[in-house]
C-alpha cells in the first residue's frame, strides 16, 4: 500500500542544523510532486514547501525561505527537508505528504506520513 | 499571502446534525481549495478537493461546494467518526495556506 515515513526528528539547540527524510513506497515516487507540511504543539496546520516531480521546481513558505531546503532523490524514493539556522518557532511535528497529481487539475495533499517531532530548545 | 478564514473556530453538533464550515479567501482562488479532517495526534484526510469533489472512498454525507470567494464544507448527518478538526486550504498559487481550523465536538 501507499506509504509515507518520516524520520529525523530530534530535539536540536537553536541555529543548529537538521535534516528529515520521507520514504515512501507503494506508488511511482518521481511522477509525484511532494510537500512538507508542520504542526507546531496546538496549532494548525501550515505548508512548508512543494519539489516538483522531477525536482525542477521547489517553492518555499515565507517564515522558511533561505533557511530550509526540499530536494529528493527519485533512485531512492525518498524526499528530504534539510533545516539549517533553526528557532524555536521551528518546532513542530513535520508531515510529508504527496501531492494528489496533475490528471485532477489541482494540487492538494492526498497522502500524508506519520510525521515527525522537532524540537528546537536551547 | 492568501489569507484563508473558518468559521466557526469550533462548533458543538449531536448525531445526526447537518453541519457546515465555512472558508473564505482573502482574494479570488477560483476553485482551488481543499479540505481536510485531522483527529488528535493523527495526519490530516483529504475529504474533497476542487471545492466539490469528493475524494474516492469519502463518505457522501461530505460535500462541498463554492460561492465566490466563500466556501463550504458541509456534513449532511454528522456521525460519530465526524468529530475531528476540519481545516480548508488553498492551492491556487504559492504559498499555499490554510485555514485556522474549525473543532467539531460532541454536543
Known amino acids: 500500500q501507499v506509504q509515507l515515513v518520516e524520520s529525523g526528528g530530534s530535539v536540536v539547540q537553536p541555529g543548529r542544523s537538521l535534516r528529515l527524510s520521507c520514504a515512501t513506497s507503494?506508488?511511482?515516487?518521481?511522477?509525484?510532486?511532494m510537500h512538507w507540511v508542520r504542526q507546531a504543539p496546538g496549532k494548525g496546520l501550515e505548508w512548508m514547501a512543494l519539489?516538483?516531480?522531477?525536482?525542477?521546481?521547489?517553492y518555499y513558505a515565507d517564515s522558511v525561505k533561505g533557511r530550509f531546503t526540499i530536494s529528493r532523490d527519485n533512485s531512492k524514493n525518498t524526499l528530504y527537508l534539510q533545516m539549517n539556522s533553526l528557532r524555536a518557532e521551528d518546532t513542530a511535528v513535520y508531515y510529508c505528504?504527496?501531492?494528489?497529481?496533475?490528471?485532477?487539475?489541482?494540487?492538494?495533499?492526498?497522502?500524508w506520513g506519520q510525521g515527525t517531532m522537532v524540537t528546537v530548545s536551547s | 499571502d492568501i489569507q484563508m478564514t473558518q468559521s466557526p473556530s469550533s462548533l458543538s453538533a449531536s448525531v445526526g446534525d447537518r453541519v457546515t464550515i465555512t472558508c473564505r479567501a482573502s482574494?479570488?482562488?477560483?476553485?482551488?481549495l481543499n479540505w481536510y479532517q485531522q483527529k488528535p495526534g493523527k495526519a490530516p484526510n483529504l475529504l474533497i478537493y476542487?471545492?466539490?469533489s469528493l475524494l474516492s472512498g469519502v463518505p457522501s454525507r461530505f460535500s462541498g461546494s463554492r460561492s465566490g470567494t466563500d466556501f463550504t464544507l458541509t456534513i449532511s448527518s454528522v456521525q460519530p467518526e465526524d468529530f475531528a478538526t476540519y481545516y480548508c486550504?488553498?492551492?491556487?498559487?504559492?504559498?499555499?495556506?490554510f485555514g485556522q481550523g474549525t473543532q467539531l465536538d460532541i454536543k
Open positions: 507503494g506508488f511511482t515516487f518521481r511522477s509525484y510532486g
Open positions: 476542487a471545492a466539490s
Open positions: 519539489i516538483w516531480y522531477d525536482g525542477s521546481n521547489k
Open positions: 486550504q488553498q492551492s491556487y498559487i504559492t504559498p499555499y495556506t
Open positions: 482574494q479570488s482562488i477560483t476553485s482551488y
Open positions: 505528504a504527496r501531492g494528489l497529481g496533475w490528471d485532477y487539475g489541482i494540487d492538494a495533499f492526498d497522502i
